[in-house]
């Protein structure tokens, strides 16, 4: 018991989970589309989503703590290390357009954990993006965004409509509502400078704001040209779920209650639409 533990806990650290999420979404925007489903795109933006999330959560405890860093993170520095070659090997499998994209979707990430910039652009020492008030969310649903609604079409001759942009918005709305019982459940440690939604307006207005735009986020899936009953029903039961979740978030959380439940809500949707096909 001891041991599944131990491994499940090296799971979520790892990043897996989320990396998992990630293709998920990607592998949906496939499904939603119509487009074959590439295994080296999806492998890709596993190992890719592994390598970033370990990059930022874990830069400055392996820069500043690396003579003693405990068992459990040396051991996600190796996974870490293998996710980034496979990365690199799947890579070079993709076209170039690609490869420009998700390098300044990449960027992006570097400079959400790297120093890079005057110390007056920010509220606190650390000089990243991560440190500027208020822009945590917002660019984490960016990314999100870019790989997995936009990264798969880039480099082909799909001609992008109308319900191809109201995707984009919606993916940009999933990830900030899915972030907010992230935030909420981290009031106990984020800095006040970093300006989270819960530390502007407070955890009721909060989830206020959450459910709104999770009404728009359904609704927008009706002004759609191409309507498929049971993959609306499959976004109205995760849309519920979502609502749920977000309600019952609260500061005090159970350890796995964000890092667990609310992030694998992508899988969830994702075999939603594959028992639905």
Known sequence: MVVLKQLFNFYINSSLHVALAVVSLTY?????????????????????SVTGY????????????HRSLANWLRYIQVFSLFCFLFMCYYA?????????????????????????????????????????GGLKIYLIALVWTGVTVYFPFIGTNYSFDSDFILTGIQRYILIIVLMLPFEIRDLRYDSLKLSTIPQEIGVR???????FLLVVFFLLELFKKKFVFYGVLA??????????????????????YSGFWVEGLPIFWLILKLLFR
């Not at 976004?235 to 796995?256: D, M, S």
């Open 28 to 48: 949906i925007t496939m499904l939603d589309y119509d487009i074959s489903v590439d295994s080296t795109i999806l492998m890709f933006v596993l190992f890719s």
């Open 54 to 65: 370990n990059f930022v959560k874990y830069y400055g405890l392996a820069k500043f703590h």
């Open 92 to 132: 070079f499998w993709l076209p170039v357009e690609k490869l420009l994209f998700i390098s300044i979707l990449a960027m992006l990430t570097f400079l959400y954990a790297i120093p890079f910039l005057p110390k007056r652009f920010f509220l606190d020492n650390k000089h990243n993006l991560r440190s500027i």
């Open 205 to 211: 207005q909060t989830k206020q704001v959450g459910v």
């Open 235 to 256: 976004l109205f039961i995760v849309t519920l779920v979502i609502l749920l979740l977000l309600i019952y978030a609260k500061v005090e959380q159970g350890k796995y």
